[in-house]
């Protein structure tokens, strides 16, 4: 080869010759198609198989062959801008390389174009030529012209590199770069092709548009991957070592298929999924652990890397970033240098090479919202294990896009294990229609063995219904603390629960409070600090804590006693099981529920008659909660399905989603998709008035993460509440609402208490 050889990029920790990044791309393309080959073949068929590790191999071969160019090689040097799309380059070279029609060469052609930028994007349609306006083609043309003479100091490289490469040996270099001609032809082909063939047809993905859609998104992850500095797509996973299975965990744990699974929380849900997921797995495909909650994900993905290797496992969800950066900044201390790890954890995890991902359903639905890379996604799920943890935690509204998913996902080979502890019929149904079968169902066995009788058996709660509202069964909550009871009181908004905390923190020692709407970085700080008292690896104490639906999922706690505010049966079932969690109180201990509540505020948290059925059907006053009188009560609340307003919304949600899938097209994002997703997440942060001079000094020494730990999360009701006082204000500069109300570090955003700011500047 020529002894000067072009770069792939350029760092700090060393060049990268391009030679080296296009074979490594290639290898760890191939890598994964080979990893997902017993899938490709049961979904394409063999000769479709064959032809797409062909396309992707040629792909990541070819892929920067562009950048053999002078001016993006004088860009890496001398950080110049070079303006124009390297990939056009490298798809006319290998479009001059074909000798005659090759389906393979097309689809590698579509992703070599298509790498870095939709079809549709107005840069690389210029530079590829493609335009509708004759004055405008021929200045493309003329332009094209000018940078395919740039590969000229570097022809001598590219024809040695191209005819040393086994993977060009089917194909004819051109004798000269005046023989490259504009790929516009290339983006012309491919926006009609797809104008009229989607990702989806009725509900599955179309095969056509697949291959397309995973050469896309596979070269995509490998020169992602590659870039990184990720040398490998790691696609075994040692069979983990379990403590002695239990006899439901063997029955799962030998199934193969689709599958759900009830068993009760303390039971073994997690193990028994593993040992299924392990058991399901016939290649490389990734195993994904689904969660419906940010804290949930963290704890789950702490386990896996216990049973794993920190190398096999990722946690996904929004705020990765925000979690990784506190526990480095926690450990050292010292911003930069937490950020930079954080990042790095992050970026790696988010790659697709790591095989096991703990994650929010949301990670998986983006893709198929149509983001940008969405073909990324599509190609780590294919063949997929999914387990779906808690699912009945979730809304109509999630349910129904969950369930559309699944659908999809199954035509792509996926496989699922649906897990609760808590299952109404309605909700299998609904789930077996999804997947197309009515599923088995696994749950623990009375006489299956002497631990599985004895935990179904097992006392751990007594209801006690109360007919007034929380607020006023402070007296009660006083004395079960003073007679030495460590207390959880649960209320469903944030209001009450700040009322009753300031009531017991005057009269008792080891009062707590935590919910939703305290800054970032209090609430991680609170929810340490709460843990580490009950695991007794902090000192202090913890008398009473006062919360919010954020304990129903957030903390691996038990307490002794629970009085809370009436919610949903399967809310009240997650609060039940924060007390007496671990069986401690064998007699059992006593949860209490308010049934009396202001309905005007509660309608915007829960649907009233699922509340007044959780009432109505529930077990009379005394009653020991054992494992059948828990289940007796979900079946009674549910039976009959959704209630009017959740069938709605679930209908709604169900018929948009179906229309948004038939509008994807491979090689585009969705905008429209985009936003829609957005939109999922319904509320937004401000910056309490009291925080802006410390969120200030963060902000102005870029110390960004910092700062946004003093965000607080509002509903959007309230958000419109504060715009419509007044009381919110934009802060060009930093892109954030300045909300004027008060803010305490032990009680949180107390929107009720405004502040007269021009006095405070």
Same mark, same amino acid.
């Given at each position: ?55 992707? %191999? ?213 193990? %028994? ?33 216990? =049973? ?12 990765? /970033? ?71 935690? $979730? ?38 229609? %999804? ?54 009181? =649960? ?5 009450? %629960? ?62 002794? =006693? ?45 649907? /009233? ?51 948004? /899938? ?29 925080? $802006? ?47 004027? =109300? ?20």
């Amino acid at each position: 080869m020529s002894s000067e050889e072009p770069l792939a990029k350029s760092c700090k920790e060393g060049s990268i010759p391009l030679g080296e990044h296009l074979i490594d791309v290639k290898e760890y393309a191939l890598s994964v198609a080979r990893a997902y080959c017993l899938h490709i073949e049961q979904l394409l068929g063999q000769d479709k198989a064959n032809c797409l590790e062909r396309a992707l %191999a040629l792909s990541g071969i070819s892929h920067d062959l562009g950048k053999a160019a002078r001016g993006f090689q004088n860009s890496l040097k001398n950080s110049e801008r070079w303006d124009f799309r390297h990939e056009v380059l490298s798809a006319a070279l290998l479009k001059a390389m074909v000798k005659g029609k090759d389906e393979a060469v097309e689809i590698a052609l579509a992703a070599v174009i298509a790498h870095h930028k939709d079809i549709d994007d107005q840069q690389l349609m210029v530079d590829s030529g493609y335009s509708h306006i004759p004055d405008l083609s021929r200045e493309a043309v003329e332009r094209f012209e000018k940078r395919k003479a740039e590969l000229e100091p570097f022809w001598e490289w590219i024809r040695e590199f191209v005819n040393s490469q086994q993977t060009f040996s089917e194909l004819c270099f051109p004798s000269s770069s005046s023989l490259l001609s504009p790929p516009a032809p290339i983006l012309k082909w491919l926006y009609r092709k797809f104008r009229k063939i989607g990702a989806f047809s009725k509900g599955e993905f179309d095969r056509e548009a697949l291959i397309y859609t995973l050469t896309r998104g596979w070269l995509m992850a490998s020169d992602h991957a590659v870039s990184a500095g990720v040398s490998r797509f790691i696609s075994q996973i040692s069979p983990p070592c379990p403590p002695p299975l239990r006899c439901f965990q063997r029955r799962i744990g030998e199934y193969e298929g689709d599958a759900i699974l009830e068993a009760p929380t303390g039971s073994g849900k997690t193990w %028994a999924a593993l040992q299924w997921a392990m058991n399901n797995r016939v290649g490389g495909e990734r195993v994904f652990y689904l969660l419906p909650y940010r804290a949930s994900v963290e704890a789950m993905a702490k386990t896996l890397k216990g =049973v794993f290797g920190n190398d096999k496992v990722s946690a996904l969800h929004a705020r990765a /970033l925000d979690y990784a950066f506190r526990e480095y900044f926690e450990g050292g201390g010292e911003y930069a240098a937490a950020y930079k790890k954080a990042r790095e954890e992050v970026n790696i995890s988010r790659l697709v090479h790591r095989p096991v991902k703990v994650a929010t359903p949301f990670q998986v639905l983006k893709w198929f919202f149509g983001v940008r890379r969405f073909e990324i996604g599509i190609g780590e799920v294919l063949g997929g294990l999914f387990i779906f943890d808690e699912i009945h935690a $979730y809304d109509p509204h999630t349910i129904a896009l969950i369930l559309k998913m699944v659908r999809v996902i199954k035509s792509l080979g996926g496989r699922f294990l649906f897990m609760s502890a808590t299952f109404p019929d309605f909700l299998k149904t609904l789930i077996s229609e %999804a997947v197309g079968q009515k599923l088995p169902e696994f749950r623990l066995k009375k006489g299956d063995d002497e631990w599985t009788n004895h935990f179904l058996g097992g006392l751990r709660h007594i209801l006690r219904w109360q007919s007034e509202p929380l607020e006023k069964m402070v007296p009660e909550i006083l004395a079960a603390a003073l007679g030495g009871k460590r207390v959880l009181v =649960v209320a469903n908004r944030v209001d009450p %629960a700040q009322g009753i905390y300031r009531e017991l923190v005057e009269k008792l020692d080891g009062v707590h409070l935590l919910h939703g709407r305290f800054a970032r970085r209090d609430r991680v700080e609170k929810e340490k600090r709460v843990m580490g008292i009950l695991q007794g690896k902090e000192e202090g104490s913890l008398t009473v804590l006062v919360a919010t639906q954020v304990v129903e999922v957030s903390l691996d706690v038990s307490f002794d =006693v629970c009085f809370t505010e009436l919610a949903p049966v399967d809310d009240l079932l997650q609060r039940f099981g924060r007390v007496n969690r671990y069986g401690e109180w064998k007699e059992g201990v006593e949860v209490h529920v308010a049934t009396e509540f202001n309905s005007d505020r509660v309608k915007h948290i829960y649907d /009233l008659e699922r509340l007044e059925k959780t009432v109505n059907k529930g077990p009379p006053d005394g009653t020991q909660l054992t494992v059948p009188k828990v289940q007796e009560w979900i079946e009674g609340v549910y039976r009959g399905g959704w209630t009017r307003k959740e069938q709605e919304e679930f209908d709604r949600v169900y018929s948009l989603f179906s229309g948004l /899938l038939e509008s994807l097209r491979p090689m585009r994002h969705h905008e429209e998709g985009e936003e829609k997703f957005r939109g999922l997440f319904k509320g937004v942060e401000v910056l309490p008035w009291p925080l $802006y001079e410390e969120f200030r000094r963060y902000f102005y020494e870029k110390e960004y993460l910092m700062a946004e730990g003093l965000l607080v999360p509002i509903t959007m009701g309230l958000f419109h509440k504060l715009r419509n006082e007044g009381r919110l204000h934009w802060l060009e500069r930093e892109r954030v609402f300045m909300a004027e =109300v008060q803010y305490d570090a032990g009680l949180g955003l107390m929107p009720n208490s405004g502040m007269d700011m021009a006095v405070a500047f």
